[in-house]
């Protein structure tokens, strides 16, 4: 049972190198993260049917994930690294869920093992979206250390991303 892919420092090399940002997009960088489920054997033990192992894969998806020459600063780094972290604490906290769930059938196991991804996907996606609100990218300085901080302790003290 494992959770591979994540923790890890980014770099610039994670970054396709764009001459401007995509049609549509406002920033100068992007990253596109995701956690994925491997495939499980269903077992049944005496508190009924559960995955025999979860692993999950946490990756970045590299033809989404841009920045725009010339402006690839610490800080703008920094930003995507904390989009890349909440990703990765979303993924630990499916992981331990997934762990967790044990249903009378099968088909109950699968409902919600669906049910889990579907919520934690949507906790996913609002706390990046508020991390970017709330930060204005990386630019507002204040916010961003307090979102660093938030989620440096969650990682250093093996907790779970608040919802906000």
């Known amino acids: 049972m494992a959770l591979k892919g994540w923790p890890k420092q980014l770099g610039w090399k994670h970054f396709k190198k764009l001459a401007s ?3 549509g997009a406002t920033v100068a960088a992007h990253i596109e993260s995701q956690w994925q489920l491997k495939p499980s054997r269903f ?20 033809n989404h994930t841009w920045v725009v020459r010339g402006q690839e600063t610490p800080a703008l780094l920094n930003h995507e690294q904390g989009h890349w972290d909440i990703t990765g604490l979303i993924a630990r906290e499916a992981h331990r869920a997934y762990e967790q769930l044990r249903a009378r059938t099968p088909g109950a196991l699968t409902q919600q093992m669906q049910s889990l991804q579907t919520r934690l996907q949507a906790k996913a996606t609002h706390l990046n979206r508020q991390y970017d609100a709330e930060t204005n990218h990386g630019v507002n300085l204040t916010p961003q250390q307090r979102w660093d901080t ?4 969650c990682i250093v003290d093996n907790k779970s991303l608040p919802n906000r």
Do not use: C, F, M, Y
């Open 21 to 23: 940002s995509p049609r």
């Open 43 to 62: 077992v049944r033990d005496r508190h009924g049917w559960r995955l025999n192992a979860v692993n999950l894969v946490v990756s970045i998806d590299p």
């Open 150 to 153: 938030l989620i440096h302790t």
